[in-house]
């Protein structure tokens, strides 16, 4: 339960910082904060308590099935994970060439500058 209040936390910060943050790092840093909120209850959802998910010979296969994470959250968190780093270096990139280009990384400065 604490994780998915920690993950809603996380997406209404970075829903806060996309929308009423007028520096374009603190809106990139706010959509990381969204992703891992993401992350979070995707992991959330997958976990269940039982005994370590290892299987040996002790542990039947229908005890090792009911106790164990589920593996599909897992992946896609792992997936995701890898998207948000390539989108991060991408947006950090963009905002670099911005910086170069107008002098500044005020979001409200450069739709005026862009028109």
């Avoid at 990139?93 to 028109?115: E, M, N, P, R």
Wanted: no cysteine; aromatic share 8%; charged share 10%.
């Amino acid at each position: 339960m604490a994780s998915f209040i920690t993950a809603g936390l996380l997406i209404v910060i970075g829903i806060y910082g996309m929308f009423f943050v007028d520096n374009v790092i603190k809106k990139i840093m706010a959509l990381s904060a969204i992703g891992g909120g993401v992350n979070l209850i995707l992991i959330a959802i997958g976990y269940t308590q039982g005994i370590v998910p290892i299987k040996t010979l002790e542990v039947s296969m229908p005890i090792f099935s009911t106790t164990s994470a589920y593996p599909l959250p897992q992946a896609l968190v792992l997936t995701n994970i890898v998207i948000e780093a390539s989108m991060l270096a991408i947006m950090l990139g963009i905002a670099i060439v911005l910086f170069k280009k107008y002098g500044t990384l005020k979001s409200s400065i450069l739709l005026k500058k862009t028109d």
